[in-house]
């Protein structure tokens, strides 16, 4: 069976786990593994996701599972998107229970459910079936997302989704080769999400890496060919993973960039400074 929702199309016998690590061929068929497990909850403000221009004020109850179908060598939460189930599950939420927990905070600004921390879109099932409760109960559901995903995995939540960011962690398709991943792919995911939702966008600026003022006047080119209105992220890196032995990137980078992606775009923000 190959698994056709990521940029890898998995060959998976049954009973095989896909290089997510969060996918099985169970009977002939890709299924989540271990459908509403969670290793991180908390309320969280909206802007950590972050959107900036997305109800800002409110909270959001942010929920994250286990598992990335990419491989960045510098990943800031490698201990879950790098996990197992077996190592990093705290316990399983179905989805009335998590959106009967967002309805119970409301009381501290919280408008929904945001799925994040890990690569949330592998198991876009519970994110489907999480979103039509939402919607029947006036709360909001926001995806963070690498992206690199099938119209297979986009489709069926695509209505669902209120707000999406989206990592664009650069804009060569040797920089994607090198992270396991798809440039054109992740294009055509914004562009798709951004016909029925709110869409903001991070690149996170690795020193050496994806640090080039014309790339990232590349990056911000394309961004404002669809739409000179979606915001742009431009954040830190910190030495993480296998990037321990990188500088952090020096503010002085990400202030410049973000001028050079203002000559096209309205709205850039400098993350995590």
């Avoid at 911000?220 to 742009?232: E, H, N, R, T």
Wanted: with cysteine; proline share 5%.
């Amino acid at each position: 069976m190959k698994c056709p929702y990521c940029t890898h199309f998995c060959e998976m016998a049954e009973g095989e786990i896909g290089f997510c690590r969060a996918r099985v061929n169970r009977k002939g068929k890709s299924e989540p593994l271990m459908e509403g497990a969670v290793t991180s909850l908390a309320l969280d403000p909206i802007e950590k996701k972050p959107l900036y221009h997305f109800h800002p004020g409110a909270t959001i109850l942010s929920v994250g599972g286990f598992g990335c179908n990419l491989r960045c060598f510098f990943c800031q939460n490698a201990d879950i998107s790098m996990a197992n189930g077996n190592e990093a599950v705290t316990e399983i939420i179905p989805p009335e229970r998590l959106v009967q927990m967002a309805l119970d905070l409301k009381a501290k600004k919280n408008i929904g459910v945001a799925f994040t921390y890990n690569e949330p879109m592998i198991t876009f099932e519970y994110i489907r079936k999480t979103g039509l409760m939402n919607r029947a109960q006036g709360l909001k559901t926001v995806v963070v997302t690498n992206g690199c995903f099938t119209p297979a995995a986009l489709d069926p939540v695509k209505e669902l989704v209120d707000a999406w960011n989206i990592d664009l962690k650069g804009f060569t398709k040797e920089w994607y080769r090198r992270l396991g991943g798809d440039l054109e792919m992740v294009k055509r995911f914004i562009v798709s999400a951004h016909e029925k939702a709110h869409v903001e966008i991070t690149t996170l600026v690795v020193p050496g890496e994806n640090d080039g003022e014309q790339e990232i006047r590349d990056l911000s080119s394309w961004i404002a060919g669809v739409s000179p209105d979606i915001p742009l992220h431009l954040s830190r890196f910190f030495p993480r993973y296998h990037a321990a032995d990188k500088f952090a990137t020096e503010r002085e980078k990400i202030l410049r960039l973000t001028e050079v992606a203002r000559e096209k775009l309205k709205y850039v923000h400098a993350g995590n400074m």
